[in-house]
């Protein structure tokens, strides 16, 4: 996940168990990048799936 991070500059913004994978050499992968997004663009509304949110942003964008 660093390299999706530090070399590509994106954040996946939706996390969770049905998104990661595990090859067959035992290395994470991330599926499902449909909501991905460049680090330095504000994020402007909801993505990803409530139950895997933090708190803290469950609740701005339940606010709005």
């Given at each position: 996940?660093?390299?999706l991070?530090?070399?590509t500059k994106h954040?996946?913004?939706d996390l969770k168990l049905d998104n990661i994978l595990?090859?067959?050499d035992f290395k994470i992968r991330l599926c499902d990048m449909g909501t991905a997004?460049?680090?330095d663009?504000?994020?402007l509304c909801k993505y990803g799936t409530d139950d895997y949110m933090a708190p803290e942003v469950l609740k701005v964008s339940k606010a709005r």
């Amino acid at each position: 996940m660093n390299e999706l991070h530090t070399k590509t500059k994106h954040a996946h913004l939706d996390l969770k168990l049905d998104n990661i994978l595990i090859g067959s050499d035992f290395k994470i992968r991330l599926c499902d990048m449909g909501t991905a997004t460049p680090l330095d663009e504000k994020v402007l509304c909801k993505y990803g799936t409530d139950d895997y949110m933090a708190p803290e942003v469950l609740k701005v964008s339940k606010a709005r």
